[in-house]
């Protein structure tokens, strides 16, 4: 059963889906209002806010500047094989802590012309904010592209106290 719920955050309310478990719900998507490929809710989805009660509080205590790191459960069988392993690099990026998309790319295997695909990857990372994708930069210290908006990944690298934010 896919299960969704909203929670208010600094960059507006954020939408969560996940999937049913026997222990709770796994994270499926995190979405950011206005962002490029956002979730949207479907018929048959059910309203679970006390589903999802753990993952909103981790998220308040984020946005406070008291949590570092995520400890959620994640919905399988989300995205190919080579995204699992690009979005995979992107959970061992330290908090306040910024790499360049060549340095995934490395992390990978994908280096060189490989840089492009590991964009796109993380460009389909559908669980923003907890999985950290805001921490990739552009080799000169410029920020990239971010599904949820440039903005809102300036945001997120300023709360984290990341350096190199430009």
Same mark, same amino acid.
Request: proline share 0%.
């Given at each position: 059963m896919t299960m969704y719920a909203t929670v208010d955050s600094p960059l507006g309310e954020l939408l969560l889906v996940g999937d049913q478990t026997t222990g709770g719900v796994?994270?499926?998507?995190l979405s950011l209002p206005g962002q490029k490929g956002a979730a949207v809710v479907k018929d048959g989805w059910v309203r679970a806010p006390e589903a999802f009660a753990g993952v909103a509080a981790q998220l308040r205590e984020y946005f406070a500047g008291r949590l570092t790191r995520?400890?959620? !459960?994640y919905a399988d069988g989300v995205g190919t094989d080579f995204q699992r392993r690009v979005w995979s690099a992107l959970d061992t990026v330290p908090y306040g !802590?910024?790499?360049s998309y060549g340095q995934i790319a490395e992390r990978v295997g994908s280096a060189g012309a490989g840089v492009r695909a590991v964009g796109t990857a993380i460009g389909r990372n559908p669980l923003l904010v907890v999985r950290p994708c805001h921490r990739v930069i552009g080799s000169d210290g410029a920020l990239r592209g971010y599904a949820?908006?440039?903005?809102s990944k300036e945001r997120l690298l300023r709360l984290e106290g990341a350096p190199a934010v430009r």
């Open positions: 796994a994270l499926a998507s995520f400890d959620i !459960e !802590e910024t790499v949820g908006g440039l903005e």
